[in-house]
């Protein structure tokens, strides 16, 4: 990673216009990840995942879509460093973030053991397998928004 770049130009390209069908697949699986996950929470992983990939647009448009949906500001300032705010989170909320960062980044290649089993510990079966696909997700999502240079600032939630 490049430190001291600016990305003051415009958008690359529109990405759901030049590739629809990919756009509209992601916008399903979008959509299907988050089936049974708590919204609040699932707008947690999604804002965490892109601080972690640095993607502006998605920043953007999850912490709106957090507020939208009650999330306080102090929970939303204090994301980035939520392990040193630990009582402001839940432990599910906690674990779910902590698995939001081992999959975003993937440290020497793996999810750590005692990651992924903190937050079995929190999710049945079915509900991590959503969230692992949330992480997922959202992680994609970032990949399109941070190489196509999508424009934040722009994103209203639908409230």
């Keep these: ?27 399903s699986l979008d959509a299907t990840a988050r089936k049974g996950l708590d919204p609040a929470l699932a707008e947690l992983v999604k804002t965490r995942a892109s601080q972690l990939n640095h993607c502006a647009f998605c920043i953007d448009m999850h912490t709106k879509d957090a507020r939208a949906a009650g999330e306080s500001e102090e929970r939303l300032y204090l994301l980035n460093a939520w392990e040193e705010a630990g009582d402001l989170y839940t432990e599910k909320e ?3 973030l902590a698995l939001t960062e081992a999959v975003t980044v993937l440290t020497d290649g793996f999810v750590p053991d005692e990651v992924y089993e903190r937050a079995a510990k929190h999710f049945e ?16 999502w970032n990949r399109i928004g941070v190489t196509t240079r999508m424009t934040p600032g722009v994103y209203k939630p639908n409230v």
């Design 125 to 140: 079966e079915r509900e991590l397998a959503q969230l692992i696909a949330l992480i997922l997700t959202i992680n994609a």
């Design 1 to 27: 990673m490049t430190t001291g770049t600016s990305h003051a130009h415009g958008p690359r390209m529109q990405f759901a216009k030049a590739a629809p069908e990919v756009y509209k697949a992601m916008i």
């Design 94 to 96: 906690q674990a779910a």
